[in-house]
């Protein structure tokens, strides 16, 4: 991919440095798309074109300092983008391979904020509780791969990496015991289970996907 143009982006809520573009995904065959969640099937239902130009911009991180850039430093050739905001759009892209510029922002790397997507559970607490004994998740204040709950930190003593802990995660949604919930709308009624966050550089595991909602990322549009 090489950006002929860009102007600065600024985003409503967050101070970082960044800018937009446009990239036309069916021309493009030189870049690399990193992703890191399944998608839902929201954006597969018909081909719209319409509805494409109404996509608010993807957000993609780049291994780049945007604070060095500068207009002179361009055309730039950029041959990664990792996903941040915008999976089903993406999806959707990708499924009808429109010939048309999308909108896109694009920040540093090091300007990536993760955290846990919250999700809220489904079922009675006491129940929940005794499921994640169930599956040797024990009350611990030692470093590892954990679910935090009502308060208390339950570690996953079978665990040995991230990958497995949203496994379990995967299973926990797959049998509707929790779902998600936006962290940024709390019900008070919610009572929210929170995972170990995922770090960028564990989005690179090849032939790997996290489940829906697992990461919520800032900055956001």
């Not at 573009?21 to 929201?42: A, C, R, Y």
């Not at 041959?79 to 993406?90: P, Q, S, V």
């Not at 510029?101 to 079922?123: A, G, R």
Request: hydrophobic share 35%; glycine share 2%; net charge negative.
């Amino acid at each position: 991919m090489i950006i002929y143009n860009f102007e600065k982006y600024n985003f409503k809520n967050f101070v970082v440095e960044a800018i937009t573009t446009t990239i036309n995904f069916s021309l493009e065959n030189d870049i690399e798309i990193i992703l890191h969640e399944e998608t839902q099937g929201k954006y597969e239902q018909i081909r719209d074109l319409e509805m494409v130009k109404a996509f608010p911009p993807l957000v993609f991180s780049v291994d780049i300092d945007l604070n060095l850039f500068k207009k002179s430093d361009f055309p730039k050739k950029i041959e990664k983008l990792i996903l941040l905001d915008g999976h089903h759009r993406y999806e959707h892209l990708a499924l009808y391979n429109y010939d048309y510029p999308v909108p896109i922002v694009l920040i540093s790397n090091q300007h990536v904020q993760i955290q846990s997507y919250n999700s809220k559970i489904n079922e009675d607490e006491e129940q929940f509780i005794e499921l994640l004994l169930k599956n040797n998740f024990i009350p611990s204040t030692s470093v590892g791969y954990c679910i935090n709950f009502k308060g208390t930190t339950y570690s996953g003593q079978d665990i040995k990496n991230i990958y497995e802990l949203y496994n379990f995660k995967r299973k926990l949604i797959n049998s509707g015991l929790i779902s998600a919930v936006r962290n940024d709308t709390l019900d008070i009624n919610d009572v929210i289970v929170d995972f170990t966050p995922i770090k960028l550089n564990e989005f690179y595991r090849e032939n790997y996907l996290f489940p829906p909602k697992s990461t919520w990322i800032s900055p956001r549009i």
